[in-house]
């Protein structure tokens, strides 16, 4: 019997936000798709997350383009859109 994590995700303080934007990867071989989230601070710096595992910092990176490429090397695909914090 497969097991499925419930976690739910860290408690949010709504007058803090450190970051800036949001973006969802996945990786289309796995079914389910495995997914991982991106997340851009304002400093520029950038942060990925796995859900999975409790929204644990899998990977970070100086630049976006650094997160991007460790991303893209590991065949994760972006889903379109981005979610500002500003928009929140």
């Known amino acids: 019997m497969q097991k499925i994590d419930t976690t739910s995700p860290p408690a949010r303080d709504p007058t803090k936000t450190d970051w800036d934007f949001v973006e969802v990867w996945i990786d289309p071989l796995l079914s389910p ?23 644990k910092v899998v990977f970070s990176s100086a630049t976006y383009d650094e997160a991007q490429t460790w991303l893209l090397e590991d065949e994760y695909d972006p889903v379109e859109g981005r979610l500002a914090a500003s928009e929140l």
């Not at 989230?37 to 520029?44: C, D, I, K, V, W």
């Not at 997350?49 to 929204?55: A, L, M, N, Q, T």
């Open 33 to 55: 798709p495995y997914l991982l989230l991106l997340m851009g601070e304002p400093s520029g710096s950038c942060r990925v997350h796995d859900p999975s595992d409790g929204y």
